[in-house]
């Protein structure tokens, strides 16, 4: 007895919807069910977002940063620098960044004394580096350290990538750059002691490699930055060969014909 239960199939597809579509309100929810052959009341629409923890329109609009990032990513740069002791407990400061879309990562430089002439170079070599990628990115993500100053900002600006700048103590804003820093003390710089600025810097060169080369990433189907899946090999055939990364601290496998 009593009002039936609304179809568990219109329940998903009416979340489906403000999920989809984070502007619609309850009445441009009900007209589009409509459309779709399905006479639901605003009321109703109403009780099941509200259910599901979704709030009304203007709370669901997706204005926040990381659907920003989302909307963004194949165009967007985001750099960090971390820091690294050496064995003599001489501080080396690394700087690189991360291409958001792809996750490959470039290892900038590596110094002891990052300044801001030492940092607007780094951008320039980037800039090089990127070539025909560089008019494809848009935005750049990065803190406000004082070593980001007016020139570094300028590099990029000179290239229409507008510099974004995160708010003050807020690292989860930079993410991608502060994931990569996780990952690369934890498989690399945490497990290998380093004795100087040249040594960091090979071992360094050597684990972006790997990075972007080898490394599956969950956020790209298990790919590699620059792994399209080309060269996957349907059925397993062949020898497997296994490849030592700095010194076998890292493995790879690969088949060979």
Not at 16 to 39: C, K, T, V
Not at 137 to 150: A, E
Not at 173 to 201: Q, S
Not at 202 to 208: I, M, R
């Amino acid at each position: 007895m009593g009002r039936p239960a609304t179809d568990p199939a219109v329940v998903a597809l009416i979340q489906q919807l403000a999920r989809e579509n984070p502007r619609w309100g309850y009445e441009r929810i009900r007209g589009e069910l409509r459309h779709l052959g399905h006479q639901v009341s605003g009321a109703t629409i109403r009780r099941v977002l509200t259910r599901a923890r979704l709030g009304p329109a203007p709370r669901r609009a997706d204005d926040r940063w990381r659907d920003f990032l989302r909307a963004h990513a194949a165009s967007t740069l985001a750099c960090d620098f971390f820091a690294v002791d050496t064995v003599t407990l001489r501080r080396l400061y690394v700087f690189f960044v991360v291409e958001v879309g792809t996750r490959f990562v470039h290892v900038l430089g590596v110094t002891a004394h990052p300044d801001g002439v030492w940092v607007a170079q780094q951008a320039r070599n980037l800039l090089v580096d990127l070539k025909d990628r560089a008019s494809a990115s848009r935005f750049l993500i990065r803190d406000r350290d004082t070593k980001f100053t007016s020139s570094f900002d300028e590099v990029f600006a000179s290239d229409n990538i507008h510099v974004l700048k995160i708010p003050p103590r807020a690292p989860r804003a930079n993410a991608f750059a502060e994931r990569w820093v996780r990952t690369a003390r934890t498989e690399c710089t945490d497990r290998l002691l380093i004795f100087g600025e040249r040594h960091l810097r090979t071992v360094l060169d050597e684990y972006a490699d790997h990075y972007n080369r080898n490394r599956p990433h969950r956020s790209l189907d298990l790919r590699a930055p620059t792994n399209d899946d080309s060269d996957v090999i349907p059925l397993p055939l062949g020898r497997i060969k296994h490849c030592h990364v700095l010194s076998g601290l890292i493995n790879e496998y690969q088949r060979t014909g």
